[in-house]
């Protein structure tokens, strides 16, 4: 953790702390409004994860780490000592309990944990416990505390001042805060609101100066678009100017709008599309870090900001009534070091409490008579949340976010990765099923969505895990159920009718469903392969597997299901199940039948030693480069040199085949497993999936056919996956009156899944040695064919790296 962002955090604590409030007892008139009509308390501050776990570590030990490193041990510290203290102070009723009873930092990071704090240490219920449990890990606290590392505020200075950043600010300036009425709200709720904003907001104009004074202190760059600048041509130019440069821009839109548009300079307006265009007419994605939209339904132009490059965004999920002072707090959270989720969200629920209170004294405010004030009173919950801004993609960021490379590897392989895994709507139709309780059309609720057995078994490849799973949002497993059915309902038509008669959900819709998970998921999905089998590969791995990982949720089902076998507790067996069901499917296409780690490793010994290429490792690359250095991949990459070159001045132009044979050599020197476990493992996933009239295999119940891969469900192999996903639901029911070991129940499922023949075990075993042969054939052109597509995102992530740059 950055020392920086540990000052930032201890003064949003100490804010925390000066302003907390206990509202108890109070009617709407008096300052307490619903939040999403859960009626929670607007005095009940909810603050960043980080900002939290500092205040139990204040309280607990009475030392705060604001001068040490906020380390991952010290979370857990946190996360254990809240949950100790909880069941000390027998105050388990009132605090959610961790998942599996394990405090963590995933745990005590969310709201519920929060807002029982809130109400436990306000009745002051934990000073009784406070010695025991200083007693029980101030050993652990004190040691873990000298172990953090801060890096000296000179030093990020430093590293500040070194980054080009822009702010970009779009402002179609009416001379009115932009406000879009519904036609029910009456007259007098639109005037009173209007005037209630214009009491607690400043001048509208003054934004200008506000916004011009960061520049030298927080942005190298401020330029505003306003009046007759207010064109998406000169946005445009602007933003693909400032990427040219080579800055990272932040971008705030002050402007009328909607779910699909926001204005411009003479009624003109910016459509989503435009937005996108941004992306596409520049040819990559736009080095766009953060957007927030103060115009209405801003939460509809997320995707489109997020596919033209930004990396968090953050809009109004319906008309914005509260741009003021909503926006100033925004900005001044932004600029103090927040994260843009926690500057977005402090900054709505501090302006509806401004505005709550204000209403509240509205006696008090002359220009508002009793009738508007009545008016208020009656419809201003619904309005205010309206307003309520929805942020999507990386909340973390913050203005001193001086990179926007968030991933350990180079986000090349998020275009190339190995996708073994049956398409999501494949996944879908498996588990339209009847067993027992589960019909295809079952509802299941998490979270407050509901899904059908099959949607489930789908979420295997949206969360790492069940608890993940869990922990999820409401508004993030809405989307994605949504998504969902757009890929059921496109393999349907595609294996019942041959052909697809609407588009499937698309990569980026999944990535923005999900913030930036889904690719990387993609990426490291080694328990979605086969277990690891030496008549292969003559490796074995230590990571999970399809089998290990669906026997381990399986157990889980069975447990819940023993424990109590209520509506609820098998409701809750079928959550888990249906998420573990998902590797069982996995288990039937083509491209799963290696073990890909296994795979990524014996690439890496035929080809590397000692973390050094071979000689034979060099020579592939060599003719992998000289295969692939054709067209516009040549074209494109002899305009950029090197930034540095091995300590020598000299930066050549990687405009030859064999200074591209260095480039790639270097990345595998570096990265290794991004060439083993990305490109490898999906030429050798695909060759299976694409294997002619399918791979032949069998099962241990007899049935003997053709295995095809992800994206070529055929109604033959769906039979038999809907034969294994019943017997996994039976199974459940089963073990209630049944005490037999698990492995018995794992055995009448997994006889199901199919087993390569003789014949075909040679055939696997010939692809694996060939596209790992560094001096074959195959590699060769299966690497320049993967170049030649995904060309660009590799070049995009060289340049973010500082790796390469324009000549």
Request: charged content about 25%; hydrophobic content about 40%; proline content about 3%.
């Amino acid at each position: 953790m950055k020392g920086n962002r540990l000052l930032s955090l201890n003064k949003e604590l100490q804010s925390y702390k000066s302003k907390r409030t206990f509202v108890k007892g109070k009617s709407a008139k008096n300052g307490l409004i619903a939040d999403n009509g859960k009626g929670s308390r607007v005095g009940d501050i909810m603050v960043e994860a980080d900002v939290f776990v500092i205040e139990v570590l204040d309280l607990f030990f009475g030392k705060s780490p604001e001068e040490y490193g906020l380390s991952d041990e010290l979370k857990d510290i946190a996360a254990r000592s809240l949950w100790t203290a909880t069941t000390l102070s027998k105050t388990e009723n009132i605090m959610p309990g961790p998942p599996n009873g394990v405090a963590d930092i995933g745990w005590i990071s969310s709201e519920g944990v929060q807002r029982a704090f809130r109400k436990i240490n306000h009745k002051g219920l934990y000073k009784a416990v406070k010695s025991a449990v200083q007693s029980k890990y101030r050993s652990e606290f004190e040691t873990a505390l000298l172990s953090a590392k801060p890096e000296t505020a000179r030093q990020m200075t430093m590293q500040m001042s070194s980054v080009n950043t822009a702010l970009v600010v779009f402002i179609e300036n009416t001379g009115a805060l932009p406000f879009q009425w519904e036609s029910t709200i009456g007259k007098a709720v639109q005037e009173g609101l209007e005037k209630v904003v214009d009491y607690v907001s400043e001048e509208f104009e003054k934004w200008l100066n506000k916004f011009a004074d960061a520049k030298g202190k927080k942005y190298r760059e401020v330029i505003i678009l306003e009046d007759a600048k207010a064109t998406y041509a000169n946005l445009k130019h602007t933003l693909h100017d400032l990427a040219n440069k080579e800055y990272i821009i932040d971008v705030f839109t002050l402007t009328h709008g909607n779910g699909s548009s926001f204005s411009a300079y003479g009624g003109g307006s910016i459509s989503a599309n435009d937005v996108r265009a941004l992306r596409d007419s520049y040819g990559k994605a736009l080095p766009i870090r953060v957007v927030y939209m103060m115009n209405c339904v801003g939460a509809g132009l997320n995707d489109d900001w997020l596919y033209a490059g930004a990396r968090a965004t953050a809009g109004a999920i319906r008309n914005n009534y509260i741009p003021e002072p909503m926006m100033t707090k925004v900005w001044n959270n932004w600029l103090r070091g927040d994260s843009f989720a926690n500057a977005v969200s402090t900054a709505y629920n501090d302006s509806v409490k401004l505005i709550s209170d204000t209403i509240a004294k509205a006696d008090y405010i002359p220009f508002i008579g009793g009738s508007i004030m009545s008016a208020l009173q009656s419809k201003i919950n619904p309005l205010l949340a309206d307003s309520k801004p929805k942020v999507e993609g990386n909340g973390s960021i913050t203005i001193d976010t001086a990179s926007l490379a968030a991933a350990h590897s180079l986000s090349f392989s998020d275009t190339v990765y190995s996708e073994a895994k049956y398409g999501t709507g494949e996944h879908v139709l498996s588990g339209l099923v009847d067993a027992d309780r589960v019909t295809p059309t079952y509802q299941i609720d998490v979270n407050g969505v509901k899904f059908t057995y099959g949607e489930l078994i789908a979420m295997g490849d949206f969360y790492e895990s069940y608890d993940q799973m869990l922990r999820a949002k409401a508004s993030e497993l809405s989307k994605l159920k949504s998504l969902i059915d757009k890929s059921k309902r496109f393999y349907e038509s595609k294996v019942t009718r041959g052909r697809a008669s609407i588009s499937n959900t698309s990569d980026a819709e999944w990535q923005s469903a999900t913030g930036g998970r889904y690719l990387k998921l993609a990426e490291d999905n080694f328990a979605h392969f086969a277990p690891s089998n030496s008549t292969y590969i003559s490796f074995s791995s230590s990571k999970s597997n399809h089998k290990a990982e669906w026997e381990k949720y399986h157990k889980k089902a069975i447990d819940i299901m023993r424990a109590g076998n209520s509506s609820d507790a098998v409701d809750g067996a079928l959550v888990a199940n249906a998420f573990g069901d998902h590797f069982l499917t996995d288990a039937f296409a083509a491209g799963h039948l290696f073990n890909k780690d296994d795979l990524s490793k014996y690439f890496k010994s035929r080809v590397m030693s000692g973390g050094s290429l071979t000689s034979n490792g060099e020579k592939m690359f060599d003719n992998i480069a000289s295969a692939a250095f054709r067209g516009k991949l040549k074209d494109t990459f002899s305009k950029y040199e090197t930034v540095k070159w091995e300590g020598i001045i000299f930066r050549p132009n990687i405009d030859s085949a064999d200074i591209f044979s260095k480039l790639l050599q270097g990345i595998m020197k570096k990265e290794p497993d991004i060439i083993g476990k990305t490109m490898v493992a999906k030429l050798v996933h695909d060759a299976l999936n694409e294997y002619p009239g399918g791979v032949a295999v069998t099962n241990n119940k007899g049935d003997s056919w053709k295995l095809t891969g992800d994206g070529t469900l055929d109604k033959t192999n769906l039979e038999i996956m809907r034969k294994a996903v019943k017997q996994s639901i039976t199974n459940l029911y089963d073990s209630v009156g049944d005490s037999s070991p698990y492995s018995l129940f794992y055995k009448k499922a997994w006889d199901i899944t199919p087993r390569p023949t003789s014949a075909s075990v040679t055939i696997i075993k010939n692809l694996v040695r060939d596209y790992t042969d560094p001096l074959g054939t195959k590699i060769v052109a299966g690497a320049d064919k993967l170049l030649q597509n995904n060309y660009q995102a590799l070049l995009d992530e060289l340049v973010k790296r500082n790796i390469l740059k324009r000549a």
